[in-house]
Nanobody, 119 residues
Framework: QVQLVESGGGLVQAGGSLRVSCLASGFTFSPYRMGWFRQTPGKEREFVAAITWSGDRTIYADSVKGRFTISRDSAKNTVSLEMTNLKAEDTAVYYC????????????WGQGTQVTVSA
């Protein structure tokens, strides 16, 4: 059974940095891609960043380009999101997700970790 467990969320001041990580377990296949999404109350979940399992391609939402960096350690089955120059509008629950194959959406989701940026 595939499990995604996020960690590293917390409270940080605006302009600060924070790193969230996702440990994936319980799968015997090589995922196509893993991504990070975020959601605030009353809003739809939005895409933040994604990386192929091979690590050769990354994509970012325009709102985080230049501030966030996604990386993965395939040996440890971990994907991380390094967030710098955080803004109050980055406050959200951050979710890790796994996409098994390109033609499908994200198949598995973590429970989320809260990131709060104080102004």
């Amino acid at each position: 059974q595939v499990q995604l467990v996020e960690s590293g969320g917390g409270l940080v001041q605006a302009g600060g940095s924070l790193r969230v990580s996702c440990l994936a377990s319980g799968f015997t296949f090589s995922p196509y891609r893993m991504g990070w999404f975020r959601q605030t109350p009353g809003k739809e979940r939005e895409f933040v960043a994604a990386i192929t399992w091979s690590g050769d391609r990354t994509i970012y939402a325009d709102s985080v380009k230049g501030r966030f960096t996604i990386s993965r350690d395939s040996a440890k089955n971990t994907v991380s999101l390094e967030m710098t120059n955080l803004k109050a509008e980055d406050t959200a629950v951050y979710y890790c997700a796994l996409q098994r194959v390109l033609i499908r959406g994200y198949d598995y989701w973590g429970q989320g970790t809260q990131v709060t940026v104080s102004a």
